[in-house]
């Protein structure tokens, strides 16, 4: 099973990557996607290595890396199968903060995933007519814009630049890793653009900003090679839910639009069947943290340099979990109706994984705490029933909001690759 779906997996991106962009249309030609609470027991942090079927990557000789100030490895030491992949590029190969064979090429070149720059978006009316009730889009709102970026679009595109209530954001979306993640892309007062870079480290996305060509981990928002070293993006809170939980919650709610300048095969998963939880992850040669399976979904959390993330099994299972992280006091919700995006062939007919959602359980100076009841959340202070983006629909707290936390839908074993000592929260026996 894991053999064949390899092949095809490859097959796809050596057809898919000299398939042509729309006529008349500018942009690249390639097309193709690879890239607690008292009552809860925390395991230790410790992994456990697992064997990793993928053969190693050729050439993967280096030169000795020295360290320089600040951290920074300062000499060009790329691979040569990396020098290969990056000749024309104007990146700042002196200052980096990995050891360049942790890179590796994910098949598409650089663009090769064409990143939406000038998105167009349509009423949740007019995309109900080709966007499934079930199908997942990462949920944002600033300042009254609530922007919602369908899967089945992202999945080709991986990223976004967009400007939602004035400010300006990228919208990332890695499949290999099911990392749906949004960032602010100002830094020091300059806006910058980014792209898919074609590399992979730790089989996530690395993107690129198009000002100083400097590389950016996307599970991290941390610049990892070029002039950037040691800037970080700052993430901003989204959801990753049903259109219809979407819809509901903003029924004045624009969707991005799937006019965006190029001819794909929108609703379609070119990833079919990968998010089996016992799977080995693509283009992953690092070791496996065996707490979890690899592509166990976890809703990750990180505070006070306190990471934890919560398995989607446990959540599907309570739906409500109450937590403090660092001391900080959060509650995390569960709720089914949303279909995975990594599943079936057609994505609307992927395996109902649910959508969470993560929120200060603290409104006006009260705790509140929650229930879960018929598909929604009602709180125990006063009865009011909640939606799972944070939103008080009905009873004395109509009109309500909880303010959301920061948090990931991720495959455990990437989460677990950058953040290793992670704690894994379990329901205590």
Known sequence: MWLAWSIGLLFLLAACSSAVSDPGVEGPAADTPVSGSPDAVTAEPAATPEANDEPAPAATETDAISEGEEGILTEDDRPARLRGVTASWDTNWNKHIIEYDELLSGGPPRDGIPSIDEPQFVSAEEAGDWLADNEPVIAMEIGGDARAYPLQILTWHEIVNDVVGDVPVIVTFCPLCNAAITFDRRLEGQVYEFGTSGLLRNSDLVMYDRTTESLWQQLTGEAIVGDMVGQRLAFLPSSLVSFAGFRQAY??????????????????????????????????DGELDGRLLPMERVVTVSFEGVDVAYPLSVLSEVHVVEDAPGGVDLVIWHVPGTSSALDAATIAQGEDVGATGVFDPVLDGRKLSFRFEDSAFVDEETGSTWNVLGQAIDGPLAGERLTPIVHGNHFWFAWAAFKPDTIVYQIAP
Request: net charge negative; glycine share 12%; proline share 9%.
């Open 251 to 284: 029924p004045e709610g624009v969707v991005l639009s799937r006019d965006t300048g190029y001819s794909r095969d929108y609703g379609r998963n070119p990833y079919a069947g990968y998010d089996r939880a016992d799977q080995t992850p693509f283009l992953f």
